[in-house]
């Protein structure tokens, strides 16, 4: 599984919970933005992002992002999903995301979201700072090292 996500520098573990199942007996589609949310927030966390918005004002905004499903997701299973940011931009960044599935051996789904910064005070986008770049452009040039607890 580290050959799998050694192109994604923050790897978020997440257990599948029985009810994150639906009628086709797999997990349901919209649980995986759920997955690429608390991925995202992990990698925030890594970035120090939320620190620098309560500080700051200006904060991350989900414009949009997508889903591509390869294979289906059950109960009981243990997913690591791999984050990066692939494009940045002045006010935006895309991310990347890929689902390993424990159980499968393989990546599950691969996902996508374009995040533009924006101040909450004044009410418009907002550049991101050169910390934040810095330390997103610091944390992608890194091997992952968390991949050597898969």
């Not at 924006?118 to 992952?144: H, T, W």
């Amino acid at each position: 599984m580290k050959e799998l996500l050694k192109d994604y520098p923050v790897i978020t573990e997440i257990p599948v919970a029985w009810g994150e199942m639906d009628a086709f007996q797999h997990v349901n589609n919209v649980v995986y933005f759920r997955y690429f949310e608390t991925a995202r927030i992990e990698y925030f966390r890594e970035v120090a992002l939320m620190e620098e918005m309560y500080k700051t004002g200006i904060g991350p905004v989900l414009s949009e992002t997508s889903c591509c499903f390869k294979l289906p997701v059950t109960y009981p299973d243990t997913l690591y999903i791999g984050s990066r940011v692939s494009e940045l931009h002045d006010d935006r960044f895309t991310m990347e995301y890929a689902v390993v599935s424990k159980k499968l051996g393989a990546v599950a789904t691969f996902g996508k979201a374009d995040v533009v910064m924006y101040d909450f005070n004044n009410k418009q986008k907002a550049k991101l700072s050169s910390l934040l770049v810095d330390s997103i452009q610091g944390i992608e040039s890194q091997v992952a090292i968390q991949q050597e607890t898969l």
